[in-house]
Nanobody
Framework: VQLQASGGGLVQAGGSLRLSCAASGRTFSRSAMGWFRQAPGKEREFVVA????????TYADSVKGRFTISRDNAKNTVNLQMNSLKPEDTAVYFC????????????????WGQGTQVTVSS
């Protein structure tokens, strides 16, 4: 099972990036998927989760109105459109799939991608 994240990079404040995560090895069409991030010296934090059918999503307050998650179960992918980026969004972003609760809490089985760096300059 592999989750491959891509799309990170360096962007100026106010700019946009689109992260993608492709799953292989098994289908996650019946699992929640989400994104988490970890900034230097900080713990990993929840960003957003989306339910298995793609109809319901929950966002951390810090990204509401700026980030949008979507998924394509036919392609086994999840995407994160990030707009109006701020320097405080700088972190390594990880995609995840499995037992992810709408609150961002994690259950017993969660698969993680390798992370992609997002750097927002001021």
């Amino acid at each position: 099972v592999q989750l491959q994240a891509s799309g990170g990079g360096l962007v100026q404040a106010g700019g946009s990036l689109r992260l993608s995560c492709a799953a292989s090895g098994r289908t996650f069409s019946r699992s929640a998927m989400g994104w988490f991030r970890q900034a230097p010296g900080k713990e990993r934090e929840f960003v957003v989760a989306i339910d298995w059918i793609g109809r319901s999503s929950t966002y951390a307050d810090s990204v509401k109105g700026r980030f949008t998650i979507s998924r394509d179960n036919a392609k086994n992918t999840v995407n994160l459109q990030m707009n109006s980026l701020k320097p405080e969004d700088t972190a390594v972003y990880f995609c995840a799939a499995g037992d992810i609760r709408p609150s961002g809490g994690l259950g017993l089985t969660v698969y993680w991608g390798q992370g992609t760096q997002v750097t927002v300059s001021s």
